[in-house]
């Protein structure tokens, strides 16, 4: 595990080394950093859908500091539990945690963030939060299904949570079959360009 991630994260910072428009080096190599854990990752879970092979075909936009942005956030307390439906069918209840909002070019936006119920009696992730979205290059040059961020309660500061959307990641659903993964709820569907995180998967999907 230890050699893997050396290699993903030396193999990451030299193409993050590549795009002179990068707003600083420490930002740059904070994301190269989180996105070769995130490959490694596939390598040690064992319901992984990828192999070590097929991490060379993830994608990512280069890391760019403007898609890290300060949210504020609004308690929702008096929500009602919700069912997601899932790529697979299935349904997963959630209720919803709270807003965000927040500003990107000069554009207001709003999130729901959520609550997995189910996790909510697991001792190791009660405290998990949930933001998934769609937005307009959903279909295009990313996946289609939308993308996803997550959170513990302890990263909301002074009402305030940082949504580093350079860390946006695909569900397992964008590799291959077999997984129930939300599907971004209407609320969720920005209506602008998130160029960020990850892209869409250019290997083949499996079924």
């Not at 070769?36 to 990828?50: G, N, V």
């Not at 991490?55 to 539990?81: G, H, M, Y």
Request: aromatic share 14%; charged share 20%; net charge neutral.
């Amino acid at each position: 595990m230890k050699y893997t991630l050396s290699f993903l994260l030396v193999s990451v910072v030299r193409l993050y080394s590549c795009y002179g428009q990068t707003a600083d080096t420490g930002f740059a190599l904070e994301i190269a950093r989180h996105r070769a854990e995130y490959k490694a990752d596939f390598l040690t879970d064992p319901r992984s859908p990828l192999t070590v092979a097929d991490t060379s075909f993830l994608d990512f936009f280069p890391p760019n500091i403007a898609f890290r942005v300060p949210a504020r956030f609004e308690r929702t307390p008096q929500a009602a539990p919700i069912e997601l439906p899932t790529y697979s069918g299935q349904k997963r209840d959630y209720v919803q945690f709270g807003l965000l909002k927040f500003e990107l070019n000069g554009q207001a936006q709003t999130l729901n963030i959520y609550q997995n119920l189910r996790l909510l009696k697991d001792s190791t992730y009660h405290d998990h939060l949930f933001l998934p979205f769609n937005d307009l290059t959903s279909g295009a040059s990313t996946y289609g299904g939308g993308r996803y961020l997550d959170f513990k309660q302890r990263d909301i500061r002074d009402g305030i949570l940082v949504l580093d959307f350079n860390k946006c990641y695909n569900p397992w659903c964008a590799f291959s079959d077999g997984f129930n993964c939300p599907i971004p709820p209407a609320a969720n569907h920005l209506e602008i360009s998130m160029e960020a995180g990850e892209k869409s998967f250019k290997g083949e999907h499996k079924h």
